[in-house]
């Protein structure tokens, strides 16, 4: 069974940094992109950031040279370094992957359980 597990969230003041990782564990052969969404209080969840398989990255404008997404494929990981948070920065951290081929079914997509991220000071 293929899980993707998030930790390293907490509360932060602002201006300060937290790093994200999200490890894939189980069977599996390959990950496509990788990416960070999330979701705040009473809103929906949106996108964060994303990282293909050889590296290339995208962001969403808010988070636009505060934040770098980063992967190690030998460890099945994806990173979420957060600087200079703010307030609004504050919500629930899903990692995704688009894509995850396990043998013997279709790839498919996955999302870990999240993790609380809180900016306050």
């Known amino acids: 069974q293929v899980q993707l597990v998030e930790s390293g969230g907490g509360l932060v003041q602002p201006g300060g940094s937290l790093r994200l990782s999200c490890a894939a564990s189980?069977?599996?052969?390959?990950?496509?992109?990788m990416g960070w969404y999330r979701q705040a209080p009473g809103k929906q969840r949106e996108y964060v950031a994303i990282?293909?398989?050889?590296?290339?990255?995208d962001y969403a404008d808010s988070v636009k040279g505060r934040f770098t997404i980063s992967r190690d494929n030998a460890k099945n990981t994806v990173y979420l370094q957060m600087n200079s948070l703010k307030p609004e920065d504050t919500a629930v951290y899903y990692c995704?992957?688009?894509?995850?081929?396990?043998?013997?079914?279709?790839?498919?997509?996955?999302w870990g359980q999240g993790t609380q991220v809180t900016v306050s000071s």
């Open positions: 990282i293909t398989s050889g590296g290339t990255t």
């Open positions: 995704h992957a688009d894509r995850i081929w396990v043998l013997g079914t279709s790839p498919r997509p996955y």
């Open positions: 189980g069977s599996f052969s390959g990950i496509a992109t």
